[in-house]
């Protein structure tokens, strides 16, 4: 039988096309009857006023390895958030861990990762090993479970598959391993044309994580990048190595490919939000950007090798590692419908998120939360970093203008003055200071536990009643 190439053609384009509809399918399949074997299970009641049925739309757009300090509105020397700058609300945040899977899990519970249980467990981490990973507890209730009792549609897409591992049950994913993020926004675009429901959409980019891979377009934006050996990936992990003639050139194009790739990053989100004034949807939507952690770019690399230890003898970049600010200072940018709301000039935290959107939302949830709404925010608190990624346990506590690092099994106690030392170089001794900051890193999981044990009595007490 004589068959035209155009008809092989033809063929193959359907076969490929039914290929990949039928493979997605079959891929969500145990993630969609593990989500709804979970759904079935659970009472909202005991959670939250279901009688609240909120009218705003919800978007949440986390940029993997955006370090705050390199937002053109942070006085950066390049303009690499044109559009990310004009966002009406910005907080300074920390993040609750320098690392994906337990900061991503804060985020959407507003709950630090020793109250959520999104951890490496083991006396030495190291998150390439995912047997010893924890899952947030059984009785937690994520953002996007709260919202899907309320009648929301949910989204949930990523490029790193680590920001959905917290929420194996939880949702029905979508990871999209190496897509630009022009491509991901594309897809939530289509998802959100479909149907004129409320939703909440998250949505994890990589571009800024390596390896990066900006188009062509953006590639050279601030000025030619040099054909380096892993200059998209990381090299020079080791202080041993900086002798070496081309470490400086290799830094050098390195941030600046970083910074031509968030360049990017900002063009796809302005692009997304114009299309949502298109649709009409800005009035009727709260719409956040932020990070999980952030990005070390050899700022603290000496002081790690000599001080701390890591599983790969990998020192200075990257993330996972340390609590240094580089790693765990964030953005939180937040547009919503409300207007006239107060900016506190404090540090909030990646805990605050899920809080914040509850009150927006009006929705009494009755579960414990560790953030509090950023709008309401008015004076210091002590918050938290946690939950390292390699090597031995580090717990980073800021409170106004002193920080504390703390890891027991590498023998470091320090305190920095922030304002004097922003760059975190020089520990101070001032030991009336270090033992205010220990305690309250003390009174921290001191009041976790005490508030556990209510949450516990309180639960027995309701379904003794329900009982009856």
């Known amino acids: 039988m004589d068959i035209s190439n155009k008809k092989i053609s033809k063929i193959y384009e359907q076969n490929t096309i039914f290929y990949k509809l039928f493979s997605t399918i079959l891929k969500n399949y145990p993630y969609k009857k593990e989500f709804y074997s979970r759904m079935n299970k659970i009472d909202p009641q005991k959670f939250f006023d279901i009688s609240i049925k909120p009218e705003i739309n919800v978007i949440v757009i986390t940029i993997d390895c955006l370090r705050n300090s390199q937002l053109s509105s942070q006085g950066y020397q390049r303009k690499t958030t044109p559009f990310l700058d004009n966002i009406m609300y910005k907080f300074k945040t920390i993040s609750t861990s320098p690392w994906t899977y337990p900061s991503v899990a804060s985020i959407l519970t507003g709950l630090y990762p020793h109250n959520h249980n999104a951890i490496i467990k083991g006396e030495i981490k190291n998150f390439d090993n995912l047997q010893n990973f924890q899952k947030i507890k059984t009785d937690i209730l994520t953002l996007p479970e709260i919202l899907f009792f309320l009648g ?26 190496s897509l630009n993020a022009e491509t991901i926004l594309s897809n939530l675009m289509k998802w959100i044309s479909k149907n004129n429901s409320r939703f909440f959409a998250y949505v994890q980019l990589g571009d800024i994580h390596e390896p990066l891979n900006p188009p062509e377009n953006f590639k050279n934006f601030f000025g030619n990048v040099k054909s380096i050996p ?16 081309n470490f ?8 600046k490919l970083y910074d031509n790739s968030l360049r990017y990053v900002d063009h796809a989100i302005e692009q997304f939000y114009k299309y949502l004034e298109k649709k009409n949807l800005v009035d ?48 939180l940018l937040i547009s919503t419908p409300t207007t006239n709301m107060g900016v506190t000039k404090n540090l ?25 709404n950023v709008f309401k925010i008015n004076q210091d608190r002590p918050l938290l970093s946690e939950a390292i990624g390699y090597g031995f346990e580090k717990k980073s506590l800021i409170f106004g203008n002193y920080k504390l690092i703390y890891s027991k099994n590498d023998g470091i106690t320090w305190i920095f003055d922030l304002k004097k030392d922003p760059k975190e170089m020089f520990p101070i001794t001032e030991d009336n200071i270090t033992v205010q900051l220990i305690d309250k890193l003390k009174q921290i999981f001191s009041d976790s536990e005490k508030r556990k044990v209510r949450q516990v009595i309180k639960r027995k007490f309701y379904d003794g009643m329900n009982n009856k």
């Open 284 to 331: 009727s939507t709260i719409f956040i950007v932020t990070a999980d952690h952030g990005e070390e770019f050899w700022e603290h690399a000496e002081v790690e090798t000599k001080y701390f230890f890591d599983p790969r003898d990998y020192y200075g970049v990257g993330h996972g590692h340390n609590v240094f600010n580089e790693i765990i200072e964030v953005p």
């Open 248 to 255: 400086s050139e290799y830094k050098e194009n390195r941030i």
């Open 348 to 372: 909030v935290s990646s805990i605050d998120i899920t809080p914040t959107l509850l009150s927006l939302l009006d929705i009494n949830y009755f579960g414990n939360l560790d953030g509090l």
């Open 230 to 245: 892993n200059v998209n990936r990381w090299d020079f992990r080791n202080p041993k190595e900086y002798h070496e003639k």
């Open 152 to 177: 929301y549609r949910i989204y949930f897409s990523t490029a790193i598959d680590m920001a959905f591992y917290p929420f194996k049950g939880r949702v029905i994913p979508r990871i999209y391993f």
